[in-house]
């Protein structure tokens, strides 16, 4: 299932950064971050929460999550960061986590891969397009990922709404 949903994206014939590179399958509709070795090997599954929306994103502030093949271009650490979700309670400071993996999406400079001051909204639909894993499997992941691994989000089932 997998292969065939990875044939119907741009550029995703050629998995992974380079010959022998580990890479990163996110799967919207499992809600799951699979992170696979150099020889294909699933080497660990994460739990994540993605998009409040269905679909690819299309503009800033749709809450969708992007659909493609993008690279990690900067492993950030976001202990500092802080995000207002306009929900009245302002900015929240460690939003993100200990750690932003940021993707390089072509028109959108903000969508990662973070931790979440959260928890309990992994497994869920509530982010406003990035990727959101727990503090301990965002540092996990970062650990085992550099600048320039490759990551395949699989597109959503549009019905499953």
């Not at 070795?37 to 699933?42: L, M, V």
């Not at 080497?43 to 502030?61: D, E």
Request: charge should be neutral; include cysteine; charged fraction near 20%.
């Amino acid at each position: 299932m997998i292969i065939s949903l990875l044939m119907l994206l741009p550029g995703a014939a050629a998995l992974g950064s380079g010959p022998g590179e580990p890479y990163i399958i996110i799967d919207k509709q499992q809600l799951t971050l699979t992170l696979y070795d150099t020889d294909s090997t699933a080497v660990k599954t994460y739990r994540i929460a993605c998009s409040k929306y269905y679909g690819p994103k299309i503009r800033k502030g749709d809450n969708k999550t992007p659909e493609g093949t993008f690279k990690i271009n900067q492993l950030l650490n976001a202990r500092g960061l802080s995000h207002d979700f306009g929900d009245g309670k302002g900015p929240i400071r460690g939003a993100y986590g200990p750690w932003f993996l940021r993707l390089d999406v072509p028109g959108f400079n903000d969508i990662g891969i973070h931790g979440t001051h959260l928890p309990e909204s992994i497994g869920t639909r509530a982010t406003e397009g990035c990727i959101r894993l727990t503090n301990d499997d965002i540092t996990d992941l970062k650990a085992r990922v550099k600048v320039g691994t490759e990551v395949t989000i699989l597109p959503d089932d549009i019905n499953a709404q």
